[in-house]
């Protein structure tokens, strides 16, 4: 499955960005999705994760409750809603998916073999 992340941009601390994550080449249904996170000089970190019906979310502690993951199987579409950002939160944003049918450590980026490119979110205070 071949992934593709947009949606970033310049926003003021407390405003929301609303991140997308198409998907093509596979069964968008069969898979997970995670969104993680990057600021060069550190290591990925995890943000949330939807399984693949939607009816499991799974959150980072430091984005609840302004962030909401979230899919729609039928356009191959998933999505992160970022509400009362701040200036932490500036970092490139990727979408990624798992193997079908995972089940394990959601939070793991070494888990996910398939990457979107990543879209720049940048949070001015």
């Known amino acids: 499955v071949q992934l593709q992340a947009c949606g970033g941009g310049l926003v003021q601390a407390g405003g929301s960005l609303r991140l997308s994550c198409s998907a093509s080449g596979g069964t968008f249904g069969d898979y997970n999705i995670g969104w993680f996170r990057q600021v060069p000089g550190r290591e990925r970190e995890f943000v949330a994760a939807?399984?693949?019906?939607?009816?499991?979310?799974y959150y980072a502690s430091f984005v609840k409750p302004r962030f909401t993951i979230s899919r729609d199987n039928a356009k191959n579409m998933a999505w992160l809603q970022m509400n009362y950002l701040k200036p932490e939160d500036t970092a490139i944003y990727y979408c990624?998916?798992?193997?079908?049918?995972?089940?394990?450590?959601?939070?793991?980026?070494?888990?996910?073999?398939?990457w979107g490119q990543g879209t720049q979110v940048t949070v001015s205070s």
């Open positions: 939807i399984i693949w019906s939607g009816s499991s979310t």
């Open positions: 990624a998916a798992p193997p079908k049918y995972y089940s394990g450590d959601y939070s793991d980026y070494g888990r996910y073999p398939y």
